[in-house]
């Protein structure tokens, strides 16, 4: 029983900390990730800024509200006042909140349309969702592989491996097949899947997306410090929901193309990759 717990806690525990909350944690982490994009960074800053927003409205409002109930208590002689109404108080208490909304939507919109603005990208991958693995296209490259949870995790997981889950380097945050961008360029993703619906989150690129059959979800990211960036699939999916990780890799453009050119090479069919060795002519031996 004790094993079974076990197989079933630390799991769980991983997800909320890696899942729930962030990939990439800090020790204390409370607050959102600033990630490693203008896109998360426009987020965070976004986030902050209604925050502190909401911070200031809770101060004036229960402010207000302790000090008329100390100030203004029975105990003390006040007497309510009787009125129907008060226009200028109901104008007051209309137009501010409107103008706080309007001051929060206008930061929230153009950030949302410059996230969902893919134009004038390098570099399109298409992504699918599977139970349980991603599946990568690189459109226009005659690259593509799947993405699968790391052999080594996926051994730890299950019931009675005897492995212990922590002896595991990135439990159940690693993959085989990690996807490759080039930094410093701009990478356009175009999101599906192939069974039910997934959803592709990598918190520090700024954002998740759906995964879902039948349709094409668009998203962009432009990476500018090589790094690993790890994520979760963000949508219930099935019993293997908590196994089906992200990880992408971002390299300088030069270890990119040799990275792309290597691929390109490996899934070469063995016929083609004969035909384009160069020959050998007598005065070459």
């Not at 929901?241 to 050119?261: N, Q, S, T, Y």
């Not at 290597?262 to 007598?282: E, I, R």
Request: charge should be neutral.
């Amino acid at each position: 029983m004790k094993r079974l717990l076990g197989q079933l806690v630390v799991p769980a525990l991983t997800l909320l900390v890696a899942g729930g909350a962030f990939a990439n944690p800090e020790p204390w982490q409370l607050n959102m990730t600033p990630g490693v994009t203008a896109t998360s960074q426009d987020v965070y800053q976004l986030h902050m800024l209604i925050l502190w927003i909401c911070v200031f409205i809770g101060i004036a409002v229960f402010g207000a509200m302790f000090y008329a109930m100390f100030k203004f208590r029975k105990s003390k002689g006040a007497v309510a006042a009787r009125f129907s109404h008060n226009t200028t108080a109901e104008v007051i208490w209309t137009t501010i909140p409107i103008l706080i909304l309007l001051g929060m939507a206008y930061p929230a919109t153009r950030t949302l349309v410059r996230m969902a603005d893919t134009g004038n990208a390098e570099l399109t991958v298409k992504i699918t969702g599977y139970q349980w693995k991603w599946r990568y296209e690189y459109l226009g490259e005659d690259v593509k592989f799947m993405s699968s949870l790391a052999r080594a995790a996926d051994e730890a997981r299950q019931l009675g491996s005897g492995i212990d889950p922590h002896s595991v380097e990135n439990y159940l945050l690693d993959v085989d097949r990690p996807l490759v961008i080039p930094t410093g360029t701009k990478v356009r993703f175009v999101i599906t899947a192939d069974d039910v619906i997934h959803a592709w989150w990598v918190p520090s690129l700024g954002w998740k997306q759906d995964a879902i059959p039948g349709f094409i979800n668009e998203a962009w990211t432009q990476v500018d410090e090589p790094g690993v960036y790890r994520g979760q699939c963000a949508e219930l999916c099935g019993k293997d929901h908590g196994f089906m990780p992200i990880v992408v890799v971002a390299k300088p453009r030069a270890e990119f193309d040799a990275w792309l050119a290597g691929q390109k090479a490996a899934q070469m069919p063995a016929g083609a990759v004969a035909a384009s060795a160069p020959t050998a002519t007598s005065s070459g031996i």
